[in-house]
């Protein structure tokens, strides 16, 4: 495994390895910029559209009288036919009443459907039965060609390339549209050639992953890298390496062993970044939200427990109960503690600060602060403090 | 030709038919609430699902394999609604992230074990095998009065009919509340409607429609029949009830349409084999949902 | 100062009396992510009034209605209507959601739409007779809308809509009616229509609770209201509470000063 890591098992395994890790990063930051625009499930659609492609490119290679694997010819026409895909579902969204999630499932149902039949005519050719198009479906690295290897890596590279010279103007679309386009950016042909770059992409991963997984590919690692951080870019460049991390450990692994194939792997690898990702990232998180949202609850019901005190109101909902008697603020009869008594009353000093602060000119903009849980001085200068408390007692006693 | 057709045609056509009104069904529903993909991702999952049950078995048996595909689209919808709302993952990519995932696995599982022994393929998975559903003891047109030979019946055509008879029952029982949380959530929590169980039970639904169909049809049948026919028939029509009607009548035109093209179509054009049945009705059902779009009377909002 | 009045005798306390309250929320708060955007809101309709909840944009105005209807949860506090749980009493309380909140190409007509009214009375199965029809044309008429029964909702103009929404609600018989932001939108004539329909019920003796946005209106429309943003900000008649001070309190500096001027 460590050869297969460090590159030592041959030639087209370094070649499937280097290109599956382009890819990856490739597939990572385009993907990064379709999951932004809220259309990660459009790669759905290119995908399967594919099909329909892959066999008719065949079909006519064969029938021109040449070599119906010939890859680039395959990969031409898959793109085609996704492209038609991607232009039913605009078509359909744009025509017809049907929301775009329902387009993309009919297009991709239908075009894969029909890829089939056309699947099923070749196989009934003389031509056909080592033809090998299933391989397209889920991706099949074993006994590539050398050339293939040398045209995915190339076509890897070629897209990362573009990705990174489009990064800005797709960056600026996805985070607001309208702005980009006061900004003088075609908002409508920078989505297109989005577009183009998910699509070249999955022509490009069709041979490594097939095209059932090259959506995982292009979705997974974004979906991680949007828990690790709020940035846009940051974003983009976290799913290119969680891409290409996926990309390169999968080839590799699946190298090492003749049963382990290629796609699955990658897919797999990406999930487990995005699993890690979804459980622990530090502010997205599950744990840390699940964390957060308790301390929340505790707070609230704390804060809440003491206003009742500090008004002589009864408290009736056990959890705070259990908050003011836990933190010794309230005894087990429900009378308060002097410490509770204490801190009941604090609690009334911030609350009156914060209702006077609303009928301060000067500082009435800041009550969007108040939240109910924030303290008055961690928002106001202790000078701003004693004006409002000035007012709450003219005397000035506080 | 009448022996031939009811021995060899009619049953998968018939079967055909009732799978593809299974998952029309539901479908409507699923289109109506923004959930079409779901089919897709449930369709996905089915493979992992007859994988394990078939390492766990160590054989291709029926049974244990529905409810191994059963398991899957439960846990797969479990796990998109857990990734949606607790990692806040817009709908679309949680399934993404969900289903090629686990559609990975159960590749990766199927290559890891030994199943050379066996029929049990990503391409049976996918296409079904809807041709081979044939019903060896009809003699004719007869047969169909004959209570011997139709107990030799392909036992998928009672699976596929038992399947529909429990998903229409189901949206019969349940039409108003159905209705009503679909059309308007928050009006319906506020009746004191359960509307997540309401809406985890039409994805159930959807689910038991695709398990039933995917051994018989393949996935491919399924996830088209889960959105060609709602989508041509919303087009249609401005009323849910006839929106359903023209949604059952388009699933059973492209399961039969679909299954002639398949088993007749090449003959008609001078070619000697057929193509995949499952295939052709997907692709018949985009073509109704085209026409539809073309020419349907309410196809604009 | 709410007016809870205790009695704690050995940690055992005695709720005050809120049977009276067709709607009564003490301590609410409800979080959306990590802060709360309602916080310990104590609120209390009086029947046969209407009440309207003004405050400014995200002030947490329709949250406060949905937490009060049990759509969202809230992180602390409790609801009561009459006295009781909700769950208890929900036949007897009627809901007109925003209208911006539901998908209008929904394929139904507007006739389906009020007879989700009387879902309760028909349960799953129970057939729609001659007197459902009857019970939804009279709801219909009653809001101006008898003549698009057979309409498609989406065809609808937006003030139609939210009269059909008002017709469901009438369709309900209910004792409380909560409305989310009824005049969102909508033309005079609607907007005129529905507020006699709410008077009258009134003065039927039902309650009316309205999240509401112009307060040009509020003296015209309402008796009471009730002021919030993110904290009850007052509440009372509409003589007492719906003041230049409170709303400067409610809505803060400038922005307040502006309102007032317009509401002299």
Same mark, same amino acid.
């Given at each position: ?7 030592q098992?041959?030639y087209n395994?370094?070649?499937?390895t280097l ?9 990572g ?9 809220k ?17 008719l ?13 010939f ?16 232009y039913?579902?605009s078509w359909?969204t744009?025509?017809?009443?049907l929301p775009e ?18 699947l ?7 031509s ?12 099949s690295t ?9 045209v ?13 010279l ?5 960056l600026?679309?996805?985070f ?9 950016l ?11 770059l ?25 979906v ?24 390169y450990?999968?080839?590799a ?5 003749p049963?382990?194939?290629t ?25 840390a939200?699940a964390?957060?949202?308790r ?6 019901h704390?804060?809440?427990?003491l ?17 003011l008697?836990g933190?010794?603020?309230?005894r087990a ?19 009156n600060r ?14 969007i602060?108040?939240?109910?849980l924030t ?7 202790s000078?701003?403090v ?5 007012r709450?007692?003219p005397?000035?006693?506080? | 030709m ?6 060899l ?7 055909g ?8 069904l539901p479908g ?18 089915v ?13 291709i ?8 595909a ?5 846990v ?21 992230v ?10 990766l599982?199927?290559?890891q ?11 049976h ?18 047969s169909?009065?004959?209570p011997?030979?139709?107990a ?5 055509l009672?699976?596929m009919?038992?399947?529909?008879l ?11 509340p ?10 319906a929590r506020?009746?004191?409607?359960p509307?997540?169980l ?5 994805v ?14 393949g996935?491919i049948?399924?996830?088209a029949?889960?959105?060609c026919p709602?989508?041509a ?5 401005n009323?849910?009830?006839t ?11 492209s399961?039969i349409?679909?299954?002639i093209?398949a ?17 052709m ?5 985009g ?5 539809a ?5 309410h196809?604009?909002? | 100062?709410t007016?809870?009045e ?8 005695i ?16 979080s959306?992510g ?6 310990s809101?104590?609120?209390t309709?009086q029947?046969?009034t ?26 602390a506090?409790r609801?009561?209507t ?7 009493q ?15 190409d ?24 001659a007197?459902?029809h009857d ?8 809001? @101006?809308?008898?003549?698009? %029964?057979?309409?498609q ?9 939210? *009269? $059909? !929404? #008002?017709?469901r609600a ?17 033309d005079a004539?609607?907007?005129?229509a ?6 009258e019920?009134?003065?039927? @003796?039902?309650?009316?609770? %309205? ?11 309402f008796? *009471? $209201? !009730? #002021?919030?943003n ?35």
């Amino acid at each position: 495994m460590l050869e297969a890591l460090t590159l030592q098992l041959g030639y087209n395994a370094v070649l499937v390895t280097l290109g599956s890790t382009a890819l990856g990063v490739a597939a990572g930051a385009v993907g990064a910029f379709l999951y932004l625009r809220k259309r990660a499930l459009v790669s759905d659609a290119i995908s399967h559209a594919t099909l329909p492609g892959l066999a008719l490119a065949f079909l006519v290679m064969v029938a021109l009288g040449g070599e119906g694997r010939f890859l680039p010819g395959l990969m031409l026409g898959s793109a085609l036919s996704a492209w038609a895909g991607l232009y039913v579902v605009s078509w359909i969204t744009r025509k017809t009443r049907l929301p775009e999630d329902a387009a993309i499932g009919a297009v991709l149902s239908v075009f894969f459907g029909f890829g089939i039949v056309l699947l099923t005519v070749i196989q009934t050719m003389q031509s056909g039965r080592q033809a090998g198009l299933e391989g397209f479906l889920l991706g099949s690295t074993a006994g590539m060609l050398r050339a293939d290897a040398l045209v995915i890596a190339t076509g890897g590279a070629l897209v990362l390339l573009a990705t990174m010279l489009l990064r800005r103007p797709m960056l600026m679309t996805a985070f607001d549209e309208g702005y980009a386009q006061v900004q003088g950016l075609n908002t409508a042909r920078i989505d297109m050639a989005l577009m183009v770059l998910v699509l070249a992409v999955t022509v490009v991963g069709l041979k490594i992953v097939g095209l059932i997984l090259i959506v995982a590919m292009l979705i997974i690692p974004a979906v991680a890298a949007r828990f690790w951080t709020e940035n846009a870019s940051r974003v983009a460049q976290l799913a290119a390496l969680f891409g290409g991390l996926s990309g390169y450990v999968g080839a590799a692994l699946s190298a090492t062993a003749p049963d382990l194939p290629t796609g699955p792997i990658i897919v797999l690898v990406a999930f487990a970044l995005f699993a890690l990702s979804l459980l622990f990232a530090p502010s997205r998180g599950v744990l840390a939200s699940a964390l957060r949202h308790r301390r929340l609850q505790h707070e609230v019901h704390l804060r809440q427990g003491l206003l009742a005190l500090a008004h002589g109101q009864p408290v009736y909902e056990t959890m705070t109960q259990r908050m003011l008697r836990g933190r010794g603020l309230m005894r087990a009869d429900g009378v308060p503690t002097d410490e509770g008594r204490n801190a009941a009353a604090q609690a009334l000093l911030d609350e009156n600060r914060w209702q006077e602060l609303r009928r301060i000119e000067e500082l009435a903009s800041l009550a969007i602060r108040d939240d109910g849980l924030t303290r008055i001085d961690e928002v106001l200068t202790s000078d701003q403090v004693k004006l409002i408390d000035t007012r709450l007692s003219p005397q000035g006693a506080v | 030709m009448g022996y031939e057709f009811v021995a060899l045609s009619l049953p998968p056509m018939v079967i055909g038919m009732l799978a593809a009104m299974a998952c029309a069904l539901p479908g409507n529903f699923l289109l109506l609430r923004r959930q079409s993909l779901i089919g897709d991702a449930i369709s996905h999952v089915v493979l992992p699902g007859i994988v394990v049950a078939f390492l766990i078995t160590g054989a291709i048996t029926t049974l244990p394999m529905m409810f191994g595909a059963a398991g899957a689209a439960l846990v797969a919808v479990v796990l998109i609604e857990a990734i949606r709302r607790l990692g806040k993952v817009e709908p679309g990519a949680a399934m993404g992230v969900v289903f090629t995932a686990m559609f990975a696995a159960g590749v990766l599982l199927l290559e890891q074990s030994d199943t050379s022994g066996v029929h049990l393929d990503v391409e049976h998975a996918l296409y079904g095998n809807l041709e081979s559903l044939i019903w060896l003891d009809a003699v004719g047109w007869s047969s169909l009065v004959d209570p011997t030979a139709l107990a030799g019946l392909p036992p998928e055509l009672f699976r596929m009919g038992f399947a529909l008879l429990i998903v229409g029952a189901l949206t019969w029982l349940f039409w108003r509340p159905l209705k009503l949380s679909t059309f308007d959530e928050g009006f319906a929590r506020s009746l004191g409607l359960p509307t997540t169980l309401i809406s985890l039970g039409v994805v159930v639904m959807a689910a038991l429609a695709a398990v039933a169909a995917f051994d018989a049809v393949g996935s491919i049948i399924v996830i088209a029949m889960f959105i060609c026919p709602p989508a041509a028939a919303r087009l249609m029509t401005n009323r849910l009830e006839t929106q359903i009607a023209w949604s059952l009548i388009f699933a059973c035109a492209s399961a039969i349409l679909g299954y002639i093209f398949a088993g007749y179509g090449p003959l008609w054009i001078g070619a000697s084999a057929s193509v995949s049945a499952a295939g052709m009705i997907a692709t018949v059902s985009g073509l109704i949902l085209t026409l539809a779009a073309l020419f349907a009377p309410h196809r604009h909002a | 100062m709410t007016a809870i009045e205790l009695a704690a005798e050995n940690g055992q306390t005695i709720a005050e009396n809120l049977d009276n309250s067709p709607l009564a929320l003490r301590g609410v708060t409800v979080s959306y992510g990590n802060e709360p955007v309602v916080f310990s809101v104590d609120m209390t309709i009086q029947t046969g009034t209407m009440t309207a909840i003004i405050g400014p944009n995200g002030a947490g105005k329709s949250t406060l209605l949905k937490a009060a209807l049990g759509i969202v949860k809230p992180l602390a506090g409790r609801v009561t209507t009459w006295g009781k749980s909700l769950d208890a009493q929900r036949q007897r309380i009627a809901y007109v959601p925003q209208r911006a909140s539901i998908d209008w190409d929904f394929p139904t007509q507007v006739r389906d739409v009020v007879m989700m009214g009387l879902f309760r009375e028909l349960g799953l199965l129970r057939r729609v007779r001659a007197k459902h029809h009857d019970k939804v044309m009279e709801c219909l008429t009653r809001v @101006g809308m008898q003549d698009f %029964a057979d309409r498609q909702i989406g065809q609808l103009s937006g003030g139609q809509q939210q *009269r $059909v !929404f #008002l017709a469901r609600a009438l369709a309900q018989e209910a004792d409380l009616y909560l409305l989310d932001e009824p005049f969102a939108g909508v033309d005079a004539a609607t907007e005129a229509a529905i507020i006699a329909v709410l008077k009258e019920l009134r003065d039927e @003796g039902k309650t009316v609770v %309205a999240v509401h946005h112009d307060l040009s209106t509020v003296e015209d429309y309402f008796d *009471r $209201v !009730f #002021l919030i943003n993110r904290r009850r900000m007052g509440e009372g008649s509409v003589a007492d509470a719906f003041t230049q001070d409170a709303l400067h309190a409610t809505y803060g500096g400038r922005l307040g000063d502006g309102l007032i001027a317009r509401t002299g």
